[in-house]
């Protein structure tokens, strides 16, 4: 189980090279990729481990010099199974096409901006502290972390989440937004179907020592 996104970018091939060599603090593709595997024959390849669900996959990104600029192509292949693994999979997936719109920015104006989930103190990230997998009604509870917003609201394995502070929710991307517009310790409601009735909680949202496995895009929570 894998997947591949391609990326068209305006710079020519070799600026679009050059910039997974440089190393400013805040280029986030720098610190999802490791400069060790740079080989600009083969493009980049490396073993991606994921520690919390035992699983080896392997990353890949290649270069192809196109008639407006580069096309740059990422792939993660290899086989897994459970909630977990599906949750940082969607994740990874999220979260380089984040990276990769940071990286078109650099490319085209030199502004570095590393928007993908980076805490500043006047604008910390917040989290939910639930395991939730993308289904197509929504997001599925498949885990919480103790003492966390989801835990306290009562969110419980198996339930749909389909609204946070009142927002509909669809996807893994409408999570990242409200853990970047909402405050750690803000009272928010959730909404969420158990069984089949609609039931509506609230508690306040967690700090990001709290979020849970793949909810945030990387590895288990520190």
Same mark, same amino acid.
């Given at each position: 189980?894998?997947?591949?996104?391609?990326?068209?970018?305006?710079?020519?091939?070799?600026?679009?090279?050059?910039?997974? $060599? *440089?190393?400013? +603090?805040?280029?986030?593709?720098?610190?999802?990729? +490791?400069?060790?595997? $740079?080989? +600009?024959?083969? @493009?980049?390849?490396?073993?991606?481990?994921?520690?919390?669900?035992?699983?080896?996959?392997?990353?890949?990104?290649?270069?192809?010099?196109?008639?407006?600029?580069?096309?740059?192509? &990422?792939?993660?292949?290899?086989?897994?199974?459970?909630?977990?693994? *599906?949750?940082?999979?969607?994740?990874?997936?999220? /979260?380089?096409?984040?990276?990769?719109?940071?990286?078109?920015?650099?490319?085209?104006?030199?502004?570095?901006?590393?928007?993908? %989930?980076?805490?500043?103190?006047?604008?910390?990230?917040?989290?939910?502290?639930?395991?939730?997998?993308?289904?197509?009604? @929504?997001?599925?509870?498949? /885990?919480?972390?103790?003492?966390?917003?989801?835990? %306290? !609201?009562?969110? *419980? &394995?198996?339930?749909?989440?389909?609204?946070?502070?009142?927002?509909?929710?669809?996807?893994? @991307?409408?999570?990242?937004?409200?853990?970047? $517009?909402? !405050?750690?310790?803000?009272?928010?409601?959730?909404?969420?179907?158990? @069984?089949? *009735?609609?039931?509506?909680?609230? /508690?306040?949202?967690?700090?990001?020592?709290?979020?849970?496995?793949?909810?945030?895009?990387?590895?288990?929570?520190?």
């Amino acid at each position: 189980m894998g997947w591949q996104r391609t990326f068209e970018l305006r710079a020519p091939i070799g600026r679009v090279w050059a910039a997974f $060599l *440089e190393t400013p +603090p805040s280029l986030t593709w720098n610190g999802m990729v +490791p400069i060790a595997a $740079l080989d +600009p024959l083969q @493009g980049i390849t490396w073993i991606d481990r994921d520690d919390d669900i035992d699983v080896d996959l392997t990353m890949r990104i290649t270069f192809a010099e196109t008639d407006t600029g580069t096309r740059l192509t &990422v792939t993660r292949s290899g086989f897994g199974d459970g909630d977990m693994f *599906e949750v940082r999979q969607t994740s990874k997936l999220v /979260a380089w096409g984040e990276a990769m719109h940071d990286l078109a920015v650099y490319l085209d104006t030199g502004v570095d901006l590393g928007r993908l %989930h980076r805490s500043h103190p006047d604008h910390p990230l917040s989290a939910t502290g639930a395991q939730l997998r993308e289904v197509l009604g @929504g997001l599925l509870v498949t /885990a919480t972390t103790p003492g966390s917003f989801a835990a %306290h !609201a009562g969110l *419980e &394995v198996g339930d749909l989440v389909v609204r946070l502070a009142g927002v509909p929710v669809f996807d893994r @991307g409408d999570l990242w937004l409200l853990a970047r $517009l909402t !405050a750690p310790s803000t009272p928010t409601t959730v909404q969420f179907v158990r @069984g089949s *009735e609609l039931r509506e909680a609230s /508690a306040p949202m967690s700090s990001i020592d709290l979020w849970a496995t793949g909810e945030l895009g990387g590895g288990p929570r520190e």
